[in-house]
Every structure is written in structure tokens, then in C-alpha cells.
């Protein structure tokens, strides 16, 4: 774990990376929230001293619009994600462990899932059900896990055999003990480092189903909500598209950059 700490402390992109996530996060919780206060008689100003970034066709300050969409995003990137973590981690645990008849059906279904397309599902799901938060994130969550589940699948299938895991069975430790206290922790590594890696494919499905209508519905601002209000103003008024996109491409390209600092840092902790 040291090795790895140290690897990625002297990754200088994904350093700087984790220190603009941490910027945004902050900015994104403190920062101006009043994003729906309208002033129909200001509406598509150009940046000035009392809106840093000029106000939109209704007047709405769009720093406090792109603050909140980021808050937004961000949060629903991250719950999904972990919605994601419990759902692959679970599995493919229980898959590389139960051994090979159980884990060959459970990972047939796994490749059955992944022969269809993740965003038509959650497509499907939000326009069956009621539109809301909490369906965006089990919608993104639960097709979010199946490389999840085939990363730890790998892990346990490689570590059950281990001498501290035969140790364990030896004590008389039961096989819920042996994986959730000796196998899964022991995984937490390439977890965390994918995980990061999913965080900004989930800001992406997001942002494409709220363009569509389909994610958060106005007039609650996320990047996917404020990119389709700037598309409809680009020619008049273009900061509006520009400013949350150019947010969430910082966000992306950061939580890339910082994915691949932490899985290239186990990688050289596990060699």
C-alpha cells in the first residue's frame, strides 16, 4: 500500500487532477445556489460584475445554474457508481467464489447483459417509470456493474487459494467470514481505481439523457440540462453551452486522469 501511495503521489496529472475535483466538490457545495431566481428583463446578458458568467433567456444567474448542475452531476455520478460498486463487487465475489458450476451460470448472465446496450436499458426504465432522482441513480447504477463484477471475479478467483485465506478455513472460519472480512477487502484496490474510471461514464449517461429529457427535468439544472438550453441559444448567446460543457470536460478528463494514476498505482503495488 505504501509503494502504491507513493506512485500516485508522484503521478503529476493525477494529482492535479484530485486537486480539481476537490476545488469543484468544494465549489460545487458552497458556490452560489440560487439558480432558478428569474429576471425576465435581464435575460441573456453578457458576464459582468454581478454575473460572472451572464444569465440565461429567463435572466437566472449562469454561475449559480452551473454550480448547482454540478452538484447535480457530480452526485449523481457518484451515487450511481456506488449503487454500481455493492451491486459488482457482490457478485463477482460471490462468483469467483462459489466455485465453477455457480460461477459459470452467474457469469453466462453477466454475458448476456453485456450484449445489450447500457443506455437503452436506462432509457427504457425512465420512460416506463416516473422521472426522478432516485430512479436516475438505480437506473445508472444497476447497468453500470457488470465489469465491476468480472474485476472482482478475477481478484477472488486469485486470492482464495492464498495462505491466509486456507488459514482462515483452517480456524474454522465460515465462507461468509472468509469473504467479507479475509477476500473482498483484499480487492478494494482495483475497485477503487475503476471505480473512478465509471464515475465519469455515468456523468456521461446522465448528461445525454437530461439532453434528451429524459434525466433531471427542468427547471433543476445538471450539465446534460444546461448543455440542451445552450443548444437551443448557441448562436445568440454561446457561453451557455460553452460554460457547463467546459465544466464537465474538466470533470471528465480529471476523474480519467486520476482513475488511471490509481489503477496504474496498484498495478506496480501488486508486482
Known amino acids: 500500500m505504501s509503494k502504491a501511495r507513493t506512485t500516485l503521489l508522484h503521478n503529476m496529472p493525477a494529482m492535479l487532477s484530485a486537486s480539481f475535483l476537490v476545488l ?8 452560489p445556489s440560487a439558480y432558478d431566481v428569474q429576471s425576465l428583463g435581464n435575460g441573456l446578458q453578457n458576464p459582468s460584475r454581478n454575473h460572472l458568467l ?10 449559480a445554474r452551473v454550480t448547482y448542475g454540478s452538484r447535480i ?10 449503487i454500481s460498486v455493492v451491486i ?13 458450476n455457480i460461477d459459470d451460470v452467474m457469469m453466462r448472465a453477466v454475458d448476456v447483459l453485456y450484449s445489450l446496450p447500457d443506455i437503452i436499458l ?14 436516475l441513480f438505480v437506473a445508472l447504477g444497476a447497468v453500470s456493474w457488470l465489469t465491476m463484477a468480472r474485476i472482482v471475479r478475477g481478484q477472488v478467483l486469485s486470492l482464495k487459494h492464498e495462505p491466509f ?3 482462515a478455513r483452517a480456524l474454522g472460519a465460515s465462507h461468509s467470514a472468509i469473504l467479507f472480512r479475509h477476500i473482498i477487502p483484499n480487492t478494494m484496490g482495483p475497485v477503487l481505481a ?17 439532453f434528451i429529457g429524459l434525466g433531471v427535468q427542468p427547471p433543476t439544472p445538471s450539465w446534460g440540462v444546461l448543455a440542451a438550453e445552450g443548444a437551443q441559444a448557441i448562436a445568440v448567446h454561446p457561453i451557455l453551452l460553452i460554460a457547463p460543457t467546459a465544466v464537465m470536460a474538466l470533470t471528465l478528463f ?18
Open 24 to 31: 469543484l466538490a468544494a465549489f460545487a457545495i458552497l458556490g
Open 54 to 63: 451572464g444569465t440565461d433567456t429567463l435572466g437566472r444567474d449562469l454561475l
Open 73 to 82: 452531476s457530480l452526485t449523481v455520478g457518484v451515487v450511481s457508481t456506488l
Open 88 to 100: 459488482g463487487v457482490l457478485y463477482g465475489a460471490i462468483a469467483g467464489y462459489a466455485g465453477k
Open 122 to 135: 436506462v432509457v427504457i426504465l425512465m420512460a416506463l417509470f416516473d422521472r426522478s432522482l432516485l430512479l
Open 165 to 167: 485465506v486456507e488459514a
Open 194 to 210: 475503476y471505480a473512478t474510471l465509471t464515475v465519469p461514464t455515468v456523468i456521461l449517461d446522465e448528461a445525454f439523457l437530461s
Open 254 to 271: 480529471s476523474l480519467s486522469f486520476l482513475g488511471e494514476g490509481l489503477r496504474e498505482a496498484f498495478d506496480v503495488d501488486a508486482r
